[in-house]
């Protein structure tokens, strides 16, 4: 009979079994200096969002996503899918950034400003124990049955957890309608805007879904970024991590007194480390690690476990720093390089990249204009034996402001623009505007080979761009 495979002892992953079960954790807080400065920025940042599109910069929310207008607005600047090289160059921008802050900072992303963590941290969590208790009593609660106190807290929470997804459902939405839109179609009937109660039902469920539900596995399950870590990060990098050569050998109280009367004869006295293998900064982690396994991919660098430990430390007249924010390399006795050739790239890189960016922002045109002959036309001779080419141009005004459009002919001689209708085309902000336009040109002044004709473009009387056609002329012409 074959000998039965021994049962693995180790963990897949700090929220699953090695079924793949999920394993409910139930984090204490603990309020230490950097958990105030986390709750600081954290309400700061919810603030932010949440203002960002009522707040109005030339006339449009501060940062507004109009995909059926296909318009995206950031802080008075908007871009069109004609801005492609902007846009391309802006998100180039953002994705360097993240490398940049990464290998300095490590994940201080997501332990500070990921609204995953924010929001689970300082709104969800935060309700979940003033309604259910402490995380003793809701896990003693949760493994019990059903009761009538346990059903009441739940449904509670629930209801509250959901009014919350709802508003910050709508809040999200609004980047992309707009308030104005969102409280006009609030007070009408669904159906006369089903698609908008469809997106808001199916918004308020996810994220019901993710902060009441799914919570810490977002972060260790189906973010990538964790799994990103180990290219974007290297032994300098800032981490939290705990110091093994002033912890170890650890050992509880009873473990130290008891020792204490132990001699080794090898070795001489039995030592112990500064932990004092009190599980603190296990109990306080929100994605369930053990930080002194070291440096794992669900750590989300959020300084729990830290203010943890230094509440300890202070209660046995221990120095702070256990735990702490560090790098590999110090870990292991070694010098922090800050001056390194990754940074040295992307700081570089990112420097390029701004530069374009803000010199494509600076010299864009206030006007998009694209000339092309009329569908189905060649050229015509007028009666004063002028060639004419009718052409169709499609505008947009980049502007705030809307503008009144002009073309005026520089050459050749003689040359004229009349746009079809014989009006001047006023041109709302950010709108499109297509109409068609005749230019005619005296033969006699043309020259042989090409016929091209050029004119200035003006918005309220400013020539803004100067813009050339070549026209169709007969084949006989000199």
């Known amino acids: 009979m074959a ?8 963990e897949v992953l700090s929220t699953l079994d090695l079924s793949g079960n999920r394993k409910w954790i139930y984090p204490t807080p603990s309020h230490g200096r950097f958990w105030r400065a986390r709750l600081v920025v954290g309400w700061v940042l919810i603030a932010f969002f949440v203002a960002l599109p009522w707040i109005e910069l030339k006339g449009r929310p501060a940062v507004f996503l109009d995909l059926a207008r296909r318009e995206f607005t950031f802080f008075g600047l908007t871009l069109h899918p004609t801005d492609t090289v902007i846009l391309m160059v802006f998100l ?14 490590g994940r201080v992303w997501c332990g500070w400003a990921c609204p995953q963590t924010v929001y689970l941290e300082f ?65 009408r009937s669904p159906m006369e805007a089903p698609g908008y109660f469809f997106m808001m039902a199916l918004t308020t469920g996810l994220i019901l879904f993710d902060f009441g539900y799914f919570r810490e596995q977002m972060c260790t399950l189906a973010c990538p970024y964790a799994r990103l870590q180990s290219v974007l990060m290297d032994e300098d990098s800032l981490i939290v991590s705990y110091d093994r050569s002033r912890g170890e050998k650890r050992g509880t109280y009873r473990e130290r007194k008891k020792a204490d009367k132990v001699l080794d004869l090898d070795d001489g006295e039995i030592t112990f480390g500064d932990c004092i293998d ?14 002194r396994d070291g440096l794992q991919m669900e750590c989300v660098s959020c300084t729990q476990c830290v203010d943890a430990c230094d509440y300890i430390m202070d209660s046995i007249n221990k120095p702070r720093g256990l735990i702490r924010y560090t790098s590999e390399n110090v870990i292991d006795g070694n010098k922090t390089r800050v001056a390194r050739p990754r940074l040295f790239m992307y700081a ?49 005004n980049r502007t705030a402001e809307p503008a009144e459009l002009r073309l005026v002919p520089t050459s050749p001689q003689g040359a004229q623009v009349r746009i079809v209708g014989d009006q001047q085309p006023l041109l709302p902000p950010g709108e499109i505007v297509r109409f068609e336009a005749w ?40």
């Open 3 to 10: 000998n039965p495979i021994p049962k693995a002892t180790e």
């Open 92 to 105: 180039l921008t953002i994705l360097v950034s993240i490398f940049f802050v990464t290998a300095l900072f």
């Open 123 to 187: 709104v969800y969590r935060p309700i979940e124990r003033l309604i259910e208790g402490k995380e003793s009593q809701r896990k003693r609660r949760d493994q019990g049955p059903w009761s009538w106190d346990k059903t009441w807290r739940k449904w509670a929470k629930l209801s509250i957890f959901a009014a919350i997804s709802l508003f910050l459902a709508h809040t999200f939405v609004a980047y992309f309608a707009g308030w104005e839109n969102l409280l006009h179609w609030m007070s």
């Open 278 to 291: 009190c599980g603190a900064c296990v109990r306080t982690c929100p994605t369930g690690i053990d930080i």
């Open 348 to 396: 570089a890189l990112l420097l390029g990249l701004i530069t374009i960016f803000v010199s494509l922002v600076a010299t864009r045109a206030p006007l998009e204009l694209d000339v092309h002959r009329a569908s189905g036309t060649t050229y015509n001779i007028t009666a004063d034996d002028d060639l004419a080419n009718r052409m169709s141009l499609r505008l947009r």
């Open 439 to 478: 230019i005619t040109v005296p033969q006699d002044v043309l020259g042989p080979g090409a016929a091209i004709a050029e004119f200035d473009v003006l918005l309220d009387g400013e020539v803004v761009d100067t813009h050339s056609v070549r026209l169709l002329r007969p084949q006989n012409s000199p």
